[in-house]
């Protein structure tokens, strides 16, 4: 090519590429949005801030407000066109190959996606890793919090964190729903389990997951946004019902719901999702008063609040959201928004409140704001993609031990008549029983690969039988029937798991009863025939009507969902760890008495922190 062709084309290409320069793009290199102050991390996190908003459209921006489920993004590259800034998991929601690595190449999928957009800002990924990485298989799968609540044990709750925060970090995965930090008042509530304690001061405490999930400060390697859930008072509504109604006064309200919220805020926590339910028949996600007022101004959060699922919809009592509802939600202090599949509609939707002046450019501003800020934080400018360093730590040894830990403290022994326990190793013959002995996904709970959890041999991990299996010496008999039959008076003792199988969210309400199922009683009523000690493992979310069954037990070690690591419940069972845990829900004497919460001076089985050791 002679040199006028190559001068002339040369200026033709300069000529296209000032055509296509836009203000703050990124991506292509040489373009002065490569320059630009907001990718200069030495820049402080405010001034980077400043500079991406004044070059973000309101398309922009309202995108950043948006959080649409992976499975809602068809095409993918929707997250491109429409700017969506965010991404979840709903419970359950995993890739084709839900492996640790299926997540990281999932996550850094979508993140290339994003970053092809003009100004090239990462979408923030979201999923409930609320007892470990509790969607991946594999992962390791730590007790529900009613268990963590047992171990008074904030210092354990913060390693949990820490190492949930490695294996989430290990599949690319940026922020955890959760600490779920409610005060479950009814035991008929679903989400009991999910509740560290009856009592803030649990809850309270136990916010030290929060550290052990952001670090010290947001940016370190395996840093995750903690979110504090469900704002506010999602454990207190009339009947335990989900999402139900909780009809309390401004007094109790703080005294009881928001103290572990002021706890998660004072601990820095990067996000707070709004709860469901109502507040003396308002609903919370419309609430102006308790997310802007309370929350935002006199709590002094400065993270960003997220709706919960479709949260908004149920404003209006109507199904589906409406302008109305948009702009409800946004002006009471929503930052961003679950919506999770009909994003095109919730993006054009805000876009007209906004031009028709319901919702102001101060707002959308302020939203923003606190979304950009945990992502520049969070470092996802300078390392958008998965550290796959840390994708081998899920499930590792290391993690399993802990959660074995954590198994062993969250255990409560309630009753232990002449010494029942603990079971000699040596043991010439030990029976077993009961649905939940050898049961990884019953013993998991809820949220765990799925969204409702599942029976069955859901997830690599120890059952409880084959804790006790792998504890007793080789001389010793094990005999494992799950309705007991062939038990007689040769054995030496009668290990009898039973409880509840898995359950999420309302799916778990129980309005009715909250005893032992007709096979289980089945199961207790054979064993006790037969006149062999009977030590019951109650494996539950909650706890439950049993004092009319109680007497004929000899021992009662109450296990909680403990997770993948049954091994710590026969750690108990053996006398390897001298049982430390004490109950943080109040145990009834029968269903009818909920709520019964310590100080209100209603006759219990077992009271609120009781619990034996072995002397
Ligand atoms: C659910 C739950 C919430 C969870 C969210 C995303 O409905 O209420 O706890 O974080 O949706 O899965």
């Known amino acids: 090519m002679t040199s006028t062709k190559l001068a002339a084309r040369l200026v033709a290409l300069l000529a296209l590429g000032a055509a296509l320069y836009v203000p703050g793009a990124s991506g292509s290199a040489g373009t002065a949005a490569d320059t630009a102050a907001y990718r200069d991390p030495s820049l402080p996190v405010s001034d980077r801030v400043d500079d991406l908003l004044s070059r973000m459209s309101l398309d922009e921006k309202i995108g950043q407000m948006t959080q649409a489920e992976r499975s809602a993004l068809d095409p993918q590259s929707d997250l491109a066109t429409y700017r969506i800034g965010s991404v979840l998991s709903g419970g359950g929601s995993a890739p084709a190959d839900n492996t640790a690595a299926g997540w990281a190449d999932t996550y850094d999928s979508f993140q290339r996606t994003a970053l092809s957009t003009p100004l090239g800002i990462p979408m923030i990924y979201g999923a409930d890793a609320v007892h470990g990485h509790n969607n991946v298989y594999g992962a390791t799968i730590f007790p529900h919090n009613i268990g963590l609540g047992a171990t008074r044990d904030p210092a354990l709750v913060n390693r949990i964190g820490e190492v949930t925060a490695e294996e989430v970090s290990g599949t690319g995965i940026d922020w955890t729903f959760g600490p779920c930090v409610c005060v479950a008042r009814n035991d008929r509530w679903g989400r009991t389990y999910e509740s560290f304690g009856e009592d803030p001061e649990i809850p309270s405490a136990m916010t030290s997951i929060v550290d052990g999930f952001q670090g010290a400060t947001l940016g370190g390697p395996t840093s995750i946004l903690a979110t504090a859930k469900h704002y506010v008072g999602d454990g207190g509504t009339e009947g335990g019902v989900d999402q139900g109604d909780t009809r309390v006064s401004e007094a109790e309200l703080r005294a009881i719901h928001l103290p572990p919220f002021q706890a998660a805020v004072e601990r820095g926590v990067g996000s707070v999702m709004i709860s469901f339910s109502s507040w003396n028949g308002e609903k919370v996600h419309g609430h102006r008063y308790l997310i802007n007022d309370v929350l935002k101004e006199e709590l002094g959060f400065t993270g960003f609040v997220i709706s919960d699922w479709a949260g908004i919809d149920q404003i209006d009592g109507q199904p589906g959201f409406t302008g109305a509802e948009v702009a409800t939600a946004i002006n009471a202090g929503i930052d961003m928004i679950m919506v999770p599949y009909d994003y095109q509609q919730f993006i054009s939707l805000l876009r007209a409140e906004v031009e028709a002046g319901q919702v102001p450019m101060a707002r959308i501003d302020d939203a923003n704001r606190r979304i950009l800020t945990k992502k520049f934080e969070l470092g996802l400018f300078e390392r958008p993609f998965t550290d796959r360093s840390y994708t081998p730590s899920v499930g590792s040894q290391a993690h399993r031990d802990l959660a074995r830990e954590a ?147 000899d021992a009662l070690v109450t296990a909680w969902l403990p997770g993948t690591e049954g091994q710590g419940v026969a750690d108990v069972l053996f006398g390897d760890h001298n049982p430390t845990g004490k109950l943080p829900m109040t145990w009834m004497r029968e269903a009818g008495q909920q709520p019964i919460n310590v100080g209100d001076g209603k006759p219990a089985l077992f009271e609120y922190g009781y619990g034996l050791d072995y002397g």
């Open 407 to 553: 198994v062993r403290e969250s255990q409560v022994l309630l009753k232990n008549n002449d010494d029942a326990l603990p079971l000699s190793k040596s043991s010439d013959k030990i029976f077993v029983a009961g649905k939940n002995a050898d049961d990884i996904g019953n013993q998991s709970g809820g949220w765990t690969i799925s969204w409702q959890g599942s029976s069955g041999d859901i997830t690599p991990g120890t059952t409880v039988l084959e804790g006790i299996r792998d504890t007793v010496s080789p001389g010793t008999t094990v005999t494992y029937d799950r309705e007991g039959q062939g038990i007689d008076g040769s054995y030496e003792s009668a290990v009898a798991v039973v409880g509840e199988t898995p359950y999420a969210e309302g799916e778990g309400d129980r309005p009715g009863g909250l005893g032992l199922d007709a096979a289980d009683l089945a199961t207790l009523s054979r064993l006790e025939e037969s006149g062999v000690p009977l030590i019951v493992v109650l494996i539950s979310g909650r706890p439950m009507d049993i004092a009319t069954e109680i007497d004929g037990w």
